[in-house]
């Protein structure tokens, strides 16, 4: 198991950025596939981006390609979540997670050990 502590939430203006970050402790954290997900009261939580245990590969979601960013620094146990142009859309609690020695996924059912979610919040 994998203990993972967001930060980097906020208020923003639409067309601002943030930079949410994700760090774990516990076990060897390139053993773990990593995934940034958001969820706001409305809907299910829905996947933001995800990237292989050395970074090798990276998935984005269609609603933040080009404005979005995942990247990792295994040295430091963080994943990040760089976010430009943000839009009022993009409002919600952001969770990362882990699974261990696995892939990418997009679903939540993929993913083991979750983080408590940072709020973003972006003003129109």
């Known amino acids: 198991q994998v203990q993972l502590v967001e930060s980097g939430g906020g208020l923003v203006q639409a067309g601002g950025s943030l930079r949410l970050s994700c760090a774990a402790s516990g076990r060897t954290f390139s053993n773990y596939a990593m995934g940034w997900f958001r969820q706001t009261p409305e809907k299910e939580r829905e996947f933001v981006a995800g990237i292989s245990r050395f970074g090798s590969s990276s998935l984005l979601a269609d609603s933040v390609k080009g404005r979005f960013a995942i990247s990792r620094d295994n040295s430091k146990k963080t994943v990040y979540l760089q976010m430009n142009s943000l839009k009022p859309e993009d409002t919600a609690v952001y969770y990362c997670?882990?699974?261990?020695?696995?892939?990418?996924?997009?679903?939540?059912?993929?993913?083991?050990?979750w983080g408590q979610g940072t709020q973003v919040t972006v003003s129109s």
């Open positions: 997670a882990a699974k261990i020695w696995g892939v990418v996924h997009t679903s939540t059912e993929g993913y083991d050990d």
